[in-house]
């Protein structure tokens, strides 16, 4: 809720472009109050849902204990991963990582649908991932490129 986009809407409607997606996974999608939240309930989805993969989402604001609660926040979803030997993908979008507003619309546009993309990859076509390996794929902004040998 504390999130300026949803986000969440987004990775759904990726998610929903994969194929077999009406066969191959169904999409529990759980909004918590804000991004300290999260690992509880992904915790919870992976325990009593049976989830195979989460996707947390959350945007932190720009103010110095907004990056103190994202990096709490974030060990928090790495305990739970760890707990649960399940992945969490985590998708922050920092409110200052752009100052234009159309612009961080477009990052967390772009980085919630890439880690859904991500998250089905994982569960069904792994070999996508590692087609991309090296490549400095990013989430959110412009690729960086590969490092020449």
């Not at 109050?33 to 989402?57: M, N, S, W």
């Not at 974030?74 to 985590?90: K, V």
């Not at 967390?108 to 089905?120: F, I, P, S, T, V």
């Not at 994982?122 to 040998?149: H, S, T």
Request: glycine letters at 8%.
């Amino acid at each position: 809720m504390f999130a300026r986009y949803d986000m969440g809407s987004e990775a759904v409607d990726e998610l929903a472009s994969c194929p077999g997606f009406a066969k191959r996974f169904e999409v529990l999608r759980q909004t918590v109050p804000g991004f300290k939240d999260l690992a509880v309930a992904c915790k919870r989805l992976i325990e009593r849902e049976g989830c195979q993969i989460v996707i947390a989402l959350g945007m932190p604001g720009p103010a110095p204990i907004d990056k103190t609660c994202a990096h709490e926040a974030s060990q928090g979803i790495m305990l739970a991963q760890l707990l649960t030997s399940t992945p969490i993908l985590e998708v922050f979008v920092h409110e200052d990582e752009a100052e234009d507003p159309q612009t961080l619309v477009a990052v967390c546009r772009d980085r919630a649908r890439k880690h859904a993309r991500n998250a089905y990859w994982m569960l069904y076509e792994p070999e996508q991932l590692a087609e991309r390996a090296g490549k400095g794929i990013r989430q959110g902004f412009a690729d960086a490129g590969p490092l020449a040998p």
